[in-house]
């Protein structure tokens, strides 16, 4: 029997497929694949009628590594956050939705300011530096990652917007800054050693361990993005983190323990979960 072609029948076979696999979002994965098999916008597929046999391969061989958990963008190539795209493959943390929330508070932030100063510390693929810099044209960003593959990626997706992006380690990174940053944001690993049987498939098999994993009780990066903002930051300046769901008190303490900090707040994602914490140097 002839495998079937039109856009239709695959999608439908594709969702069947994911959703068997256990892939949250089958409908839309499936879509989305076919969509890039076939270089158009998802909105256009309705307007396509068959395919080829090369491409209904194509889609197949996806579609495959897709049931295996391969991560979506990784099968693409490439992530959207807030308003900006980023080049992802292997070696790089893929950036999540909950993470565009931290984002958004920087971009608040720093757009009140005339000549803002904002530090990235850990940027992984970019996504927040590039994303704040694209909303906040006014912003002087600065960028730091760690990893040598990872800070390839930065590099490729930071290449031409102005962003000074260094590799290195966060928690030594900007001693020339300061005192004269306004805002940082950081998206640190936060997950224990021993959770790691928790973590989505596609996160734990395919994303960077040294994106996800922090010693002892997960905040010790945490720990690290708090020391060195209070060096970097000028008085008044902000800080923002992103934690896990089940560090909501335990994150917000490692600003409150210091001392050093005022207006220590945690922050909701859109399922109601703790996800960030924000504070502002005290002067």
Not at 59 to 66: G, H, K, M, T
Not at 192 to 198: D, K, L, R, V
Request: proline fraction near 6%.
């Amino acid at each position: 029997m002839t495998a079937p072609r039109d856009v239709r029948s695959l999608i439908a076979d594709a969702v069947r497929r994911l959703a068997a696999a256990g892939v949250e979002s089958p409908d839309h994965d499936a879509r989305t694949l076919l969509a890039h098999v076939l270089r158009v916008q998802r909105s256009r597929l309705p307007l396509i009628g068959d395919v080829t046999d090369a491409q209904a391969a194509e889609l197949d061989a996806l579609v495959s590594r897709r049931s295996g958990r391969e991560p979506l963008q990784h099968l693409t190539g490439v992530a959207h956050f807030r308003h900006v795209e980023l080049l992802v493959g292997p070696g790089v943390f893929v950036p999540r939705p909950e993470t565009e929330l931290l984002a958004g508070w920087a971009v608040e932030e720093a757009g009140r300011l005339d000549d803002p100063v904002v530090v990235d510390l850990g940027t992984g693929s970019g996504a927040m530096a590039k994303a704040i810099a694209h909303e906040v044209p006014q912003a002087r960003v600065h960028a730091v990652e760690l990893d040598e593959r990872a800070h390839a990626w930065a590099a490729r997706n930071l290449e031409s917007t102005g962003i000074d992006l260094r590799q290195g380690d966060l928690a030594e990174a900007f001693d020339d800054l300061a005192g004269t940053v306004d805002v940082v944001v950081s998206n640190p690993p936060y997950i224990p050693h021993e959770a790691w049987e928790s973590v989505d498939v596609e996160v734990r098999d395919h994303d960077p361990e040294l994106a996800l994993y922090a010693a002892g009780d997960g905040l010790d990066t945490i720990r690290a993005v708090e020391r060195r903002a209070a060096v970097l930051l000028r008085p008044g300046g902000v800080v923002g983190v992103e934690h896990a769901d089940v560090q909501g008190t335990t994150a917000p303490a490692v600003f409150t323990a210091t001392g050093s900090w005022d207006q220590v707040r945690d922050h909701e994602d859109l399922t109601g979960r703790p996800r960030f914490v924000t504070a502002r140097l005290a002067r």
